[in-house]
């Protein structure tokens, strides 16, 4: 196992967060793209809809990307997000979880956040990463390592 890179970031609502935060609790800290974009509204309207079962497993659930926090704060609004979106300006902490780097989208070469997600225990310990994640069920996937970590 290996140890989460500690970040200190503000959300949508100007809140600070950081790793310091999550301890004793389960953290999944996923990374996405871009605000208001399919897949990244997608995959947060899906942790939205599933932050009840994740709490109540004991896990506190956290979004980021490059986006600034009004960015987040319309994104959160529109669809009403009830988790904290992180904004990593300048993706320093994306680069420190290695969710940052050459993305291919339809042939078009570019840099950026990649979507991950790391499940992180109440020690601060990386107990499951994803990369290259697929929107579709992903949530589920995370659920699933969450209750096996409780086993």
């Known amino acids: 196992m290996e140890k989460a890179p500690a970040f200190n970031l503000h959300d949508q609502n100007g809140k600070q ?10 953290l999944v800290l996923y990374f996405y793209p871009k605000d208001d974009t399919p897949g990244c509204t997608k995959e ?3 942790f939205r809809d599933q932050i009840g079962s994740l ?3 004991g ?19 529109k669809y009403g997000l009830n988790f904290p ?3 990593d300006d300048g993706a320093v902490i994306a680069k420190a979880y290695g969710a940052y780097g050459q993305k291919n989208m339809y042939g078009k070469i570019s840099e ?15 107990i499951k990463a994803w990369g ?10 995370v659920t699933t390592a969450l209750k096996a970590a409780l086993e």
Request: with cysteine; hydrophobic share 35%; glycine share 10%.
């Open 17 to 26: 967060h950081s790793l310091e935060d999550f301890k004793g609790k389960y």
């Open 44 to 46: 947060a309207c899906d």
């Open 55 to 57: 709490r109540e497993l």
């Open 59 to 77: 896990a506190e659930v956290l979004g980021v990307s490059a986006d600034d926090t009004s960015s987040h704060e319309k994104f959160a609004g």
């Open 85 to 87: 979106l992180l904004a």
């Open 112 to 126: 950026g956040i990649m979507r991950k997600t790391f499940l992180i225990d109440p020690n601060g310990e990386i």
């Open 132 to 141: 290259k994640v697929s929107v579709e069920g992903h949530v589920e996937e």
